[in-house]
């Protein structure tokens, strides 16, 4: 049965109108920061029109109410729109520099047993923050001299609870040594491992937006950030909104990890390259 043109028994299937898609595509930015070009039109067409279906919305119009009058509704739309590709030990210089420059650096202001906080933002499926607590059991000696707290936080509510469930494929643990894994993952069930409960229960998951302040004020401040491959979906506003964000939750001369692709110049002046041995990173220098 054909209802209107687009609209078969109650599905919609593509193509969406231009004006349409620029509406979602405006919403998803609004919320999330996240820039989809005509580039990548037909992705966009596809995930809407399956949410649209999934959600019996009838028509995009009324998907589109749907979306500006219920937050839950926006937030599926955005879990669905993440990019959330990541695994264990993902640019592992970066975790050699924690090790070996950034920590002796943060300690020199630090007591032992002192609370040393790190933030994994985004964190998507755990393997950032879980991959922090391995290295530093695995490579800093001092590692039990001080607290140290780690909190992963991503804006799509679906990946965090696969994050707190700890359960990963092949292709998420394959750059970690055979030994390391052999040592904190239980044996292979299903194709997946689980990290053992002491290292799940040793990273706190609680779920945040980067672009939008009010999301954050509950996690407190952090001496280090490792905010990773986040910046390049986004625009310079919301760059720029990132970078205000995360300089007042990190402690004066506190550190920042971008991706190998991504810069804080041209987005803020608040933050200084530091070029240590392992690795290039920011410093925030309190500048506003
Ligand atoms: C490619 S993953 C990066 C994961 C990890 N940092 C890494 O480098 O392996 C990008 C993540 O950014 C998250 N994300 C997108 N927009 C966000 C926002 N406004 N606030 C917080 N997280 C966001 C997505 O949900 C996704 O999990």
Redesign the pocket.
Known sequence: MVIAPGISAGFISAPLSQADLEEICAIIYE????VFGETKRYYIERRVTDLINQRRAQSVRNYISMLRGDQRETELL??SF??????FY??QHQLACLSGSILPDIIRSKGPGDRIRIW??????G??PYSIAIWLLENWPLVDAYNIDITG????TD?LKQAVEGLFGQRSLSKLPEDVRERYFEPEKDQQRRLISDLRESVTFAS?????RESLTALGRFDVI?????LI??DQA?REA?ARHIHDLLHPGGYICL?HTESMSRISETFEPVRFPEAIVYRDVGRK
Request: with cysteine; hydrophobic share 30%.
């Open positions: 919320r999330s920061g996240m955005i879990n993440t990019v959330n590709e990541t695994y993902r640019e994994s933002m985004p964190c998507s499926s393997e950032e936080s991503d804006i799509d990946i945040g937006n980067i672009v939008e490792f905010c990773r491959n986040l979906y986004f919301a990132a991706g």
